[in-house]
């Protein structure tokens, strides 16, 4: 939602800028220079508050669309959610919660919506961050059960909204964190739709689109990787690195069972 809103926002503030020094002539070099300078600086300021990959609502919509089953019992159990008690487990968690969320909801496991929407909140609350997850969430996901496409966008926004709450409050390594746990749950579910997910019709094709999200968040953790939390995750990351690293452009039987068993290893680290 926000990548789309930014996409119209920054055309029309460089037309409006441009528009301005068009009506007047005078302007100087110098003024056209920190006009320019403004545009850069919404615009980064915009991209600083979107949410950067896919979102794991996005990512669950491609499983609903090959038309494979809800596995119960595959998400993290919420009663886990009371072992988290540092800021960074409980970023982590919070985007593992938030995959988990989107897969019982798009697979309309109401009660199941019920408890990990518990399990978020208690999570937010201890961030300090409880107005993402409230009662009208619920009401709105509860609403458009039957609207597969609105429910993709209910979700993606509160995803934006967590990301842009904790990016303007100065918590990007946080931000970070909430988006790479949402990645890694997404993944696990991904691989784990079926005993043997290399046999699941398209599988492939949604994996190597991970890789793509995989690389993009390696970048944006950067210029983060001096903060402790970031680093170690990122870290973590490294037996998956190497996996898509060895890859082609089309996914073999092994490579799908490689690509399970790096997710799984560094799922069970941050769920425990």
Sequence with gaps: MKKIIAGFIIPALI????????????????????????????????????????????????????????IIGIANPVENSKKYFSSTTRAINLGVYGADLSYATLYNMQQDVINYLDAIRSLSNELN?????????????????DNRDELVNILTTAFND??????????QPLALLVVGGAWVEGMYLTTHVSEAAYQVAGISKVLLEQKKSFELYLEITK??????SVGDFVKLLDPVKKVYDGLGTS???QNIIDITTVITAVRGQIVQ
């Design 129 to 145: 961050m409880s107005k993402v997850y409230n009662e009208d969430l619920y009401d709105k996901i509860k609403q458009n059960f």
């Design 223 to 228: 210029p983060y990787l001096t903060d402790p």
């Design 15 to 70: 037309l409006g800028f441009s528009g301005l020094s068009s009506c007047k002539n005078k302007a100087t070099e110098a003024k056209k220079s920190v006009e320019t300078e403004q545009v850069k600086t919404i615009e980064n300021s915009i991209e600083a508050n979107v949410y950067p990959l896919p979102t794991s609502a996005e990512v669950i919509r491609m499983l609903t669309d090959l038309e494979v089953g809800f």
């Design 251 to 253: 996914l073999t039987e």
């Design 162 to 171: 967590t990301y842009g709450y904790l990016a303007d409050n100065d918590q």
